[in-house]
């Protein structure tokens, strides 16, 4: 059993920086791609950032491509997300995700919330314009 907690969230003005890190508990983190979501109130969890566990392949969602940088540390168990040039539409609670593949899969799985087994509590981040 792996369990995700988040932290880093908070209010900050558009424009500014915020770094999310999620620190994960069990042995199978470093065997497993990590991903991290975003839901804002009335809408849809959706996708932001992607990392398999080496490292070798990254995945953003296009409205944060450039802005955003995920990363991680297997030997911390550490998944970071900085977040920069943020927007009011980036207003939205912020979900670490695990246990996904990572063999030699495409965008579209890393995108979707049903390729992990493993979920945080989320933490919130709002934007003011």
């Known amino acids: 059993q792996v369990q995700l907690v988040e932290s880093g969230g908070g209010l900050v003005q558009a424009g500014d920086s915020l770094r999310l890190s999620c620190a994960a508990s069990?042995?199978?983190?470093?065997?497993?791609?990590m991903g991290w979501f975003r839901q804002a109130p009335g809408k849809e969890r959706e996708f932001v950032a992607a990392?398999?566990?080496?490292?070798?392949?990254?995945y953003y969602a296009d409205i944060v491509k450039g802005r955003f940088n995920i990363s991680r540390d297997n030997a911390k168990s550490t998944v970071l997300l900085q977040m920069n040039s943020l927007e009011p539409e980036d207003t939205a609670v912020y979900y670490c995700?695990?246990?996904?593949?990572?063999?030699?899969?495409?965008?579209?799985?890393?995108?979707?919330?049903?390729?992990?087994?493993?979920w945080g509590q989320g933490t919130q981040v709002t934007v003011s314009s």
């Open positions: 995700a695990g246990g996904a593949s990572s063999l030699g899969r495409l965008h579209s799985y890393y995108s979707s919330h049903t390729s992990y087994n493993y």
């Open positions: 069990g042995r199978t983190f470093s065997s497993n791609a």
């Open positions: 990392i398999t566990r080496s490292g070798d392949s990254i």
